[in-house]
């Protein structure tokens, strides 16, 4: 049996998380449920998306991804479930499930498609039964009718030449590191035989460590995270506070011969 | 084996959570443990009630809910435990389960009162035990002596005629929407023919929505929520800021002929 | 098969929590998962310490303890796997261990000793696989070299005499209260016969309660608490605003014949 993912904005001073699992515990008890987060910032998909593309290849194929995020979505943003990369996502097709891999679904329907019901809480009345039903075995096609696309936002673009690579923040994790877009394959090949500068903010360096403690406390370290996308923070302090950056703030690396 | 669920005002940044899972664990390694909420505000027996009200049918039925919040109560506040629709609860004896149902008990004892022992931390060392033994199928008269009564406090009434509905917000949620005390059964009875005014604030709406996304982003929504109450929201914003309302504040559907 | 507690600063607006749980799912998914806690302020090692120290032994003899608090340490802080009160610890010997018992450790290997990988995220890449290998039987010894000491901090002593005892708050809980270092064991043996005094802040107060609602609302209650050590609060009140103490602040029993 399956496990279902969590991942939702819901908080958790009220009720909502708890009516999804017990929809789930009351149709098959035997099904495992997982929380990867309930604090997502309200309607921000963005940061879903960010935390989601982060983990879900960490479970094993077929876990079953439950996304209760801007679920409601804008009128006409249908609830689907896909297969992707051999895991299994439900939620509503708001662009989420664009952000989250490069790669070509595997499959793709339309939930609520037959036996259509009216619900303003679609994670626990569409979602959930549907989540249980694909842990439980039951065929993703069996689940509604098929659809060919669902929706894409375009997301920040990296942008790499031979001279400049520039990136920029993607996230400000609890502890005010900066994650960046900036990928390590690419930085790895347009550095080679290269000077390098990393650039932002007023900041200026010119070493990548490899590990967090490679610098004291209060300095900053530049580093390829376990996503393996450039990371900068300060040892032991918060560098989203202590160097003015946030979301989108750009980041360059600078290459000269 | 039944679930025991677990709703406090303990937070999570303390071991006193886990010190009941731990205790559970210890006794009987083999009950399934959710969380409903941690995040109850402290000793707010309003909020709890609200939460545990609105999702503890959806659990099966057998299901042991064990309350931490106000445990320790006002003096005089016994630990016990009831059966009420077919669920159990376990807690102190201050107010909270008069509020979560209108149905009478099926049964009802005092705990600690056989071998009673003395604690600062009734959740684990009275609570604890008993939902386990209540989810591992020992009947409810064989935990303690027989009580007839629990606390009933008067909770906020609607009040409703032919001409208007008065209630008011019992609950704020984390995305700010305005959950409040009107039911749907009252207002299709009473709406048959009429034309209605929904008024708060300095604000009046003259339609009832079906689903969250049928206004504009910033645009007020009301509908009847999946609690079958009447709930009020700005649609990817926050009402209660936006609107300026809060728990208490005051709505009235005036109907017209 | 033991159980693996999970004991975090990560927060839970991220990935990193879900990374350690999929992790271990993937490597043995009969493993029981539970947390203490992923609000530990980040790095606080005295946070974390606190809050493992109250809760461990509360779990069943051979739960595997993963603690991600200040992982990375400073230069040299290796991760290390010991057993200590019978239970397994699992984490960075960056002191935080040395503050949780004061018995001597039953066994101690240096992890990632055997294979060494480099990364950045030792929680999901170096403990979780140790702590799945734990809880499924694997003996200690096998996952690394052994080592003989591990780092010991010197934690903030209670100073006890005849005349007094000085102590100080070593935790302010998300109620509010005061958790003192002060032992009941020895306020039982220097109190016997004599009058005393507690002193903190500006305050004196000649009673200690049993019981958290032995004053009325808004007054102060002084107790030992369930971990057997001396709490100060106000009821259904926040001692450490109104009473303006805080971490480290001095609380002193003063003793006469």
Do not use: W
Request: charged share 20%; hydrophobic share 40%; glycine share 8%.
């Amino acid at each position: 049996m399956a496990i279902v993912t969590l991942l939702t904005d819901s908080g958790e001073s009220d009720h909502y998380v708890a009516a999804i699992k017990a929809r789930i515990i009351s149709i098959n008890p035997g099904v495992r449920v997982e929380d990867i987060s309930h604090k997502i910032k309200p309607n921000d998909i963005g940061h879903a998306a960010f935390v989601l593309r982060a983990v879900f290849r960490d479970f094993p194929k077929g876990t079953v991804h439950l996304v209760g995020v801007d679920s409601v979505g804008n009128k006409g943003d249908l609830p689907i479930a896909l297969q992707l990369e051999d895991h299994f996502f439900v939620g509503s097709d708001n662009g989420l499930f664009g952000l989250i891999s490069e790669k070509t679904h595997q499959n793709l329907i339309a939930l609520n498609s037959i036996n259509t019901i009216s619900t303003t809480f679609p994670e626990r009345d569409i979602f959930a039964p549907a989540a249980v039903k694909l842990a439980s075995g039951v065929s993703l096609s069996d689940l509604g009718k098929p659809l060919s696309v669902f929706k894409k936002m375009i997301d920040r673009q990296v942008k790499a030449t031979k001279k400049q690579i520039t990136g920029s923040v993607v996230r400000v994790d609890s502890f005010g590191n900066l994650i960046t877009n900036i990928p390590k394959e690419a930085f790895d090949i347009l550095s080679k035989s290269k000077v390098y500068t990393i650039q932002f903010g007023g900041e200026k360096f010119r070493r990548i460590h490899t590990e967090y403690n490679q610098v004291d406390h209060g300095e900053c370290f530049i580093l390829f995270n376990s996503m393996a996308t450039l990371e900068i923070g300060i040892y032991k302090g918060n560098a989203s506070e202590l160097l003015g950056l946030t979301y989108d703030s750009v980041v360059n690396i600078i290459f000269e011969e």
